[in-house]
């Protein structure tokens, strides 16, 4: 018998009107607080991702740092950083991309492990997806191929899966 994935909606809290009136943010502090909660993640993306080709796991600034390395361990593959700018030392490769409310900015070193690799991003949240698109293309720059996303969180509501183009595995889906 398979059993049924958790429901992680218990480790992710509400504030409504945060960070300004009208939105309301799916806070992870809970889930990242909780050992049982964050092993739990790590079995789920692991059996959700278990046919997809991952050679290195790139963690998306910065919440996503929080999960690449766990998941990368628990797979046995490499893990990176994708980072806002001055962030990162050496030779950088660098995408600007829009957002809801103004622009922002990627990088990634030019000698990260991606030429010729399978490369999974991974974030807390998929919102519109500008930021995964423009990790998406920091990646391509270097030679590799994005063949997957995960997500703790997704709000399906702002469409950033379709943006992506690449499958999305999200631990909870939100409108």
Known sequence: MIASPPDFDIY???YPDFPKPGIL?????PLLASPDA???????????LADTPIDVIAGIESRGFLFSTLLA????????????PGKLPGDLVQVSYDLEYGQ???TMQKEAPVAGKSVLLIDDLLATGGTVVAARQ?????????SAVAVVIELTALGGRAAVGV?????????
């Not at 964050?38 to 959700?48: C, K, R, Y």
């Not at 361990?73 to 806002?84: C, E, F, P, Q, Y």
């Not at 920091?138 to 994005?146: A, C, H, P």
């Not at 499958?167 to 409108?175: E, H, Q, T």
């Open 12 to 14: 992710i809290a509400a």
């Open 25 to 29: 943010f799916r806070d992870i502090s």
């Open 38 to 48: 964050m092993s739990l993640a790590m079995d789920a993306f692991a059996a959700s």
């Open 73 to 84: 361990a628990r797979l046995g593959v490499g893990s990176m950083m994708i980072r806002k």
């Open 104 to 106: 922002s900015e990627l």
């Open 138 to 146: 920091l990646v391509e720059s270097g030679g590799g191929t994005v």
């Open 167 to 175: 499958p999305v595995v999200a631990l909870k889906s939100y409108d």
